[in-house]
């Protein structure tokens, strides 16, 4: 509850196992992305957190250019 920021939630509650990634884990990371990027393009806002991005990175849930290149 703080007044000017917002956040938006993406995945599933449930652990993502990184030696299995089911490709509804998969999809949720890359609409995370798509909503990342339709954030930033709005220039609604200051700041942008991408909350372990890296993490979905390295499990190979997306593409580190995927992230690169959010613009």
């Known amino acids: ?36 990027r339709t954030a930033m393009l709005s220039c609604n806002y200051d700041v942008l957190v991408l909350d372990e991005v890296n993490v979905a990175v390295s499990w190979k849930l997306i593409d580190v250019e995927d992230v690169s290149t959010i613009n």
């Open 1 to 36: 509850m703080l007044p000017g920021v917002t956040f938006d939630r993406f995945g599933s509650r449930t652990f993502v196992n990184p030696e299995k990634v089911k490709p509804e884990e998969k999809k949720q990371a890359h609409d995370a992305i798509e909503a990342a």
